[in-house]
């Protein structure tokens, strides 16, 4: 299928093969060109003959993401580690790495590799294809059309966002060899943000080519994703459709972003989107919703039906977690690969600060009666520097993030902004001040981006407001306030502080920035003497 390579152009001349390409589409962290490099041998070589290649001091490096066939174990870009007990998970500690290699890591992106089978077979160039990973989780697609003459969803009362009846019998298919059998077994996990069943079971082996003659209104030259997301005004389940759009880049090896995004929304109401700049990383085209093809036949030349954000045993809804392991290299490659592409920059550690980020909520409940007096009680001491953030809908998500990569401890409450923790550098740590009586979301979120997760321990010296006054099940921990005494709050900020001074990539880091600033001084210096 279509890969990371925007304008690769060959010419022959006297038998030499002279090639160029456009090295500054790559837009890739500088820490995963040497596994792009890996996956993609012909840029390789390319980037060897190439004068103008940018990358020429990562040809020779060694390095994979761990799902690549010919990848050794100490090659891995980065390893997980199971240092606690699996808690009967696991047989032994090689099982329980291994599993959480396989439902966590890249190792689920071998698994989903390896389940890839032809459904829909070509037998010319110009036939279509389909192929698909078990029970359609996901899948990719040439040539191919969809019917929406039918779809009625601009003018459909029903706000839905995951119709199943959208797409019917003879209106999705392809010229191609299509084992019938095969599809229709596929539909055990059919589902709206489990499974691409409902949209591909009634797929149809044509006796035209859809891309030829005026078989469709409208032709999607570009390699396009189409996507089922879930709440767009949630960043927890948001960054699930992210995080697996991720994954299925890998599954097709390609990063690059000359594609179209198509938003499989069957609503005709507009889709809340707090965090649309995300899309940034993904593509350089407007996201384009289901409802503007209303009514038309389309075709696709490249199609990519990427991973959902609630499959079951999915990444990371839905994840029966492994207990004891930490570090999903997986997800760390998320984290860097947004932060690259937005732009997203690490200014620290400061010299003499470490700093601190205290997320409070503008919301009804969760919030923080004391705050004021917490804040002020990190802020006595010297060395932390405590910025008071709402990250609502006022301030811009770059900003967000910018706060959130550049803070060493990061507080708030339960609560979907925790989810910015998937930006935090890696020496940070993450207090959950109170989880609400839900222990384990936030923690293994930052289980899999391995960074140290803490929450209060001593229900005894918190004050909660009431019983909880949800709209339906009554008194629950979710919906009601909390106080914290502060003596036992900052017990656990100077915990948290010890475990950054010490983390060993913090005290690199640190030493590289006074390194940095001692050499700035002394060029001022020396042009002040001069």
Known sequence: MFNGIVTIIIMFLHGLKVNTYEWSNLK??????????????????????????????????????????????????????????????????????????????????????????LLCKPQLKKDSSLECSKYLRYCRAKNIYFDFSSANIVNSNNRNRYREDVIRPGQVGGHCQLDVKALKSEGEHKSPLQSWFAELEHFTATDFYPLEGNQCELVFDKPTYLIKLDAGINMYHHFCDFVNLYASQHINNSFNTDVNIIMWDTSPLPYGDFFSVTWKAFTDHPVIALKDLDGKKVCFKDAVFPLLARMRFGLYYNMPLIPGCFGSSLIKAFSEHILHRLNITQQGPLKKKIRITLLVRGTQYRKILNQVELSSAMKMDGEFEVVVVDYNGKVPFERQLETTHNSDIFIGMHGSGLTHLLFLPDWAVVIELYNCEDPGCYYDLARLRGIKYMTWERKEKLVQEDEGHHPTLGAHAKFTNYAFDVNEFMRL????????????????????????????DLNISQKIEL
């Open 28 to 117: 890739l962290p500088s820490e995963h060109i040497p596994f792009f490099f890996k996956n993609n041998k012909d840029l390789l070589i390319l980037c060897e003959k190439d004068e103008t290649c940018l990358f020429k001091d990562f040809i020779n490096k060694t390095g994979c993401w761990g799902y690549e066939k010919s990848c050794d174990k100490k090659d891995r870009y980065s390893r997980h580690y199971c240092p606690e007990d699996s808690r009967n998970w696991a047989k032994s500690k090689s099982e329980q790495e291994e599993k959480f290699w396989l439902t966590a890591d890249f190792g689920m992106i071998a698994e989903r590799q390896r389940e890839l089978t």
């Open 493 to 520: 900020i100077y915990v948290a502080a010890d475990h950054v001074r010490s983390h060993p990539k913090f005290i690199t880091a640190r030493q590289s920035q006074n390194g940095q600033q001692q050499e700035s």
